[in-house]
């Protein structure tokens, strides 16, 4: 085992992470870091795409789920021996990451753990929220280091209490390189044409109107019906606004009921590749 061998533990690895790790794996071998990744299985209703085996450093435990998507990465404390660093994200339900946490005080062979997240959220609208914002704030100043995703998720945690020496903004954001890339390669006339089927339009130049495009999970936590309120609210304000949206979830039926009463929405499913 490397001496310097870090393990980045997530629940499952969806494909949008691949970039993002293989580019962590090359930072880190410059460095003379070994970096592992574990990750399980996803749950069937949760429509993601799991690629732990596009990685060649990635290896695949078992998760076991209970209610409320409470879950046990089995077997996580063999992979975790001779360890310098565990990278993982901060979630309440992750009962093996959580119990290495607390387990940290009383053990000496459990290595350190970083938690790469937006840091905890205040939320005292019900008294189950209040509760969990209190076990992952508490949780959340356990950690021995802070990968925040931005500089808000930083100033959250400073103000729960955590060490802001102990904090590194991570900038986490969307890898946009495809669809860039895409742009730049687009015909305009194929483009149009391809609009007019979609809308059934006859329109001359695309560029004569503004298209949003959205993709994303269609599940309750992403705020669906904020998002449908906006576009309408869009699509009042600006004549020539069209919508595109793009993804699967439990909440796919809601979309296609919107899509249904509103000819310049579309919506396409789940996509992927390029």
């Known amino acids: 085992m490397n001496p310097d061998s870090v393990i980045f ?21 410059k460095q003379d870091i070994c970096l592992r990744v574990l990750g399980g299985k996803c749950l069937p209703q949760e429509h993601l795409v799991d690629a732990i085996h596009e990685l060649p450093f990635g290896e ?21 021996k001779g360890i310098r660093l565990i990278i993982t994200g901060q979630e309440n339900r992750a009962l093996s990451i959580n119990r290495l946490l607390l387990q940290q005080q009383f053990s000496q062979i459990i ?21 969990n914002y209190a076990v992952k704030k508490a949780l959340s100043l356990r950690a021995n280091w802070w990968f ?4 808000i998720s930083k100033c959250r945690l400073i ?3 955590f060490d802001p020496s102990r904090i590194t903004v991570a900038n986490n954001a969307i890898d946009t ?15 149009t044409s391809s609009y007019n089927k979609l809308f059934n339009d006859n329109i001359s130049d695309i560029q004569k109107v503004i298209i949003g495009i959205v993709c994303m999970r269609l599940v309750a936590g992403k705020k669906v019906d904020f998002l449908l309120s906006t576009l309408d609210f869009i699509h009042k304000e600006v004549e020539n606004f069209r ?13 296609q009921n919107y899509c249904s009463t509103r000819p310049w929405c579309k919506y396409l499913g789940a996509l992927y590749g390029g």
Do not use: W
């Open 60 to 80: 695949q435990i078992h998760n076991i789920y209970f209610h409320h998507g409470i879950y046990l990465q089995q077997g996580l404390h063999d992979h975790i």
């Open 148 to 151: 925040a995703y931005t500089e």
């Open 177 to 191: 390189k495809q669809i860039l890339a895409a742009q730049q390669h687009a015909d305009l006339m194929q483009l």
């Open 159 to 161: 103000r729960c209490g």
């Open 111 to 131: 290595p350190p753990i970083a938690f790469y997240d937006h840091g905890p959220v205040a939320d005292t609208k019900s008294i189950s929220s209040a509760v």
């Open 243 to 255: 919508m595109l949206i793009i993804g699967e979830g439990t909440k796919k039926q809601v979309i």
């Open 9 to 29: 533990v997530e629940r499952i690895v969806p494909n949008y992470r691949v970039p993002f790790f293989l580019g962590l794996h090359e930072a880190l071998n």
